[in-house]
Each structure stands twice: as structure tokens, then as C-alpha cells.
Nanobody, 123 residues
Framework: QVQLVESGGGLVQPGGSLRLSCAAS????????MAWYRQAPGKQRELVAS???????NYADSVKGRFTISRDNAKNAVYLQMNSLKPEDTAVYYCNADIRLMIAGSFGSYDYWGQGTQVTVSS
């Protein structure tokens, strides 16, 4: 059983900072790409940032220069440092991971999601 557990969301004023964390647990062989998505009320879920196992990063244009994604492969964890937050960053943030498992004697890669953590940017 694999789980992704997020933490670090909350209420912050415009211009403030938050750091989201996500840790994967279970019978994990390895983790390929990890990412953060967000979904605002009435909107589709969108990619915020992603990072490969080797550390290559990709960001949505709306967060470039303000957000930084990082990971700790030894801890099966991914982080999102969010600075200069704006009201339009308000959303539920979801952790996503492409996880390699052995099931019934065969390896395969499976997509997992966390439960989501609320980020609210408001004065």
C-alpha cells in the first residue's frame, strides 16, 4: 500500500511564504517524477511544478521566480517553497508521484496522488 501525505498548507497574507511537504510511504522500489498540482474552486487541476529523479525542474509560467520545487530521494519526499504568494495562488495543492513498484513479481510504474492541502492567500 502506497500513500502520499502532504503537509504545510494554511492561511497566509499576500506577499507571504509557505512550504509544502509531501512524503511517500509503502513498498516503494523507486520514484520517478514528482510534482505539485493545484485546483482552485471552479477551475481545472493544473500543474504547478515538477521534478525528475535527477533534479530537472519545470514550472508553470504563473509561478516561475516565486516557487521552488525540490526533492529528497532518500526520504521519498518532495517540497514546494512558495514565496511572494498572491490571492490567485489560493487553491488545494496536490502532490503527485510516478512510483515504481513490484506487484506479483513484475515491476511497473503507477501514478499516485496525495489527499490535498489547502492554501489560502488573503489579507
Amino acid at each position: 500500500q502506497v500513500q502520499l501525505v502532504e503537509s504545510g498548507g494554511g492561511l497566509v497574507q499576500p506577499g507571504g511564504s509557505l512550504r509544502l511537504s509531501c512524503a511517500a510511504s509503502g513498498s516503494i522500489f523507486s520514484i520517478n517524477a514528482m510534482a505539485w498540482y493545484r485546483q482552485a474552486p471552479g477551475k481545472q487541476r493544473e500543474l504547478v511544478a515538477s521534478i525528475t529523479r535527477g533534479g530537472s525542474r519545470n514550472y508553470a509560467d504563473s509561478v516561475k521566480g516565486r516557487f521552488t520545487i525540490s526533492r529528497d530521494n532518500a526520504k521519498n519526499a518532495v517540497y514546494l517553497q512558495m514565496n511572494s504568494l498572491k490571492p490567485e495562488d489560493t487553491a488545494v495543492y496536490y502532490c503527485n508521484a510516478d512510483i515504481r513498484l513490484m506487484i506479483a513479481g513484475s515491476f511497473g510504474s503507477y501514478d499516485y496522488w496525495g489527499q490535498g492541502t489547502q492554501v489560502t492567500v488573503s489579507s
